[in-house]
């Protein structure tokens, strides 16, 4: 028999043993909500980014441009984080601690990365003027998923789905 959802509770109607859980309790819908967004934001931006770069890297060679950036070098690398917050999103829509911890890391990742394509490739005075929203954009993102994902809430939802996964309860 498989439990395809998370209760909190002692024994849910199907047979599943859920000890120390509420049995009126499923995945959070924000944690629901959080996950579709790394999807669409984290994994389907990227693949859109990676798809454009890739056919439009021929013609951007005899534009002058405000980056000196690869158009294969940006497309690898976005199919390559379009990957990493797919399978993050994965891990948190399924409550494995591995996908909250994957998401902080790809999330700080990703924009360690963006400011390393910032500050080697830039090459003009425009490109930098936008770094100060730049800046700003990182700064928000980086508080709103650390926040969110190290909420004591969300944290817990967590660490109790992992409990369950030990004993094979989740299964």
């Keep these: 028999m498989r439990c395809s959802t998370v209760y909190l509770g002692s024994l849910h109607p199907n ?3 859920t000890v120390g859980v509420n049995p009126t309790r499923k995945r959070p819908r924000r944690v629901t ?3 579709l967004l790394v999807l669409l934001l984290g994994s389907g931006l990227n693949l ?5 770069a890739w056919r439009q890297a021929h013609a951007l060679i005899d534009l002058s441009l405000s980056t000196s950036l690869p158009m ?43 400011w390393f394509n910032h500050i080697v ?20 993102v980086l508080v709103v998923v650390w926040g969110f994902l190290n909420w004591p809430s969300i944290r817990r939802v967590y660490q109790e789905h992992d409990g369950l996964a030990e004993t094979g309860e989740d299964q």
């Excluded at 859109?48 to 454009?52: E, N, S």
């Excluded at 390559?80 to 494995?96: E, I, M, P, Q, Y």
């Design 48 to 52: 859109a980014r990676a798809v454009w």
């Design 15 to 17: 047979g599943c043993s």
């Design 33 to 35: 909500l959080f996950s």
């Design 72 to 114: 294969t070098w940006l497309s690898v690398t976005s199919l390559a984080w379009a990957v990493v917050f797919a399978v993050s999103s994965l891990g948190l829509w399924r409550l494995r601690s591995w996908g909250r911890i994957s998401t902080l890391v790809a999330v700080t990742l990703f924009h360690v990365h963006i």
């Design 121 to 140: 490739f830039d090459r003009s005075d425009y490109a930098r003027q936008v770094w100060p929203f730049a800046i700003l954009h990182t700064v928000v």
